[in-house]
């Protein structure tokens, strides 16, 4: 499998968070109404998936271009703070428990021991800003700002909102800083697709709308660039940095770090409308998990994690997006944590 990297440049807000497995998704329906983006059958490349993935999505990271090179804003690594700030006081705990990003200038050389890589989220709208020229400047920024949308349904008898299913609700809905590109990275099978193909795909989710609401503008997005991406062959990593929820293999890592995620999905495109249109949850380790393996062997595959089967009653060969791609890299003092 070949990685790349497409970037994105929102257009709007978004209903759903962009990570993986929901993109994932999002590629199969339009697979489903364009055979073209496979070389094959979708519902032949669903069969395996659980042993060859066609294709493997991450969740979306923030990134500028300096120059001629590219500073990645990651999810900070689920490790104990004590490990990632060993040297900091108790009383600042607190402080250093707010740094949630990762800045990284060469993602096949991860350096986790630079702490001054670590930012809060000002820290972080201070280094886009540095690359990101807004005429009108916003009175209170923010890299993400959730805003409540008001909804209601009209109950067409009294022509008004009411009680019950016609009360009026509220959805949170999450913009970017403008002018703002987000990474994604793609594993892809080249005899199953190719870069191109995948790149339309993600261009017409774009203009449909990508996640919740995307019938009311929600969830839009333009493609720029994309580049292959090469990954160092370093002997001494023995850490997998992921960057998409998974469900990781049993019995493959002597220690793991992450965050639980519990994915409530639910279908889209035309299954929206079928009699039961909701997934059984799946507990996954959230972006930014740190898995070490059992054996250097590990490395020879790009990828971490498993298919999940046995989610949908509508549909029963559905399948979830249980890989995730990673970054290798070298982590100090495994047996101090």
Known sequence: M???????????????????????GHFCWQAANNPKLLNTELEKQISIYHEKPFVIFSSAFPSVICKKSTHYFFKRPDLPISFLFPSIEKDKIKEF?????MKIDDIANIDISKQENFLNDKGLLDEIDKEILISDKLEHP???KTFSQPHNKINRMTQTTGKGEFAPYVKENTYYYPETELSIFVLIEESATDIERVYLGLENIGKWG???????????FK?????????????????CYTLAPSVPERNCFVKN????????GKHGDMLVYSKNPFKN??????????FIPCDKAFFKKPYIGRAITGVSK???QTVTQGYAPYLPFKLEGINEI
């Open 210 to 220: 990508y996640g919740r609401d995307a019938s009311t503008g929600m969830g839009r």
């Open 281 to 290: 949850p799946v507990i996954m380790a959230d972006e930014g998990a740190v």
């Open 314 to 316: 509508s549909m029963p």
């Open 142 to 144: 923010q890299f993400m």
């Open 97 to 101: 428990e707010k740094k949630k990003w």
């Open 223 to 239: 493609l720029c660039e994309y580049d292959e991406i090469s990954l160092s062959d370093n002997n001494e990593f023995n850490a």
């Open 2 to 24: 070949k990685l790349y990297e497409i970037r994105i440049l929102p257009l709007g807000g978004f209903g759903t968070p962009l990570k993986g497995d929901t993109l994932f």
């Open 257 to 264: 770090f992450f965050t639980p995620f519990t994915r409530f």
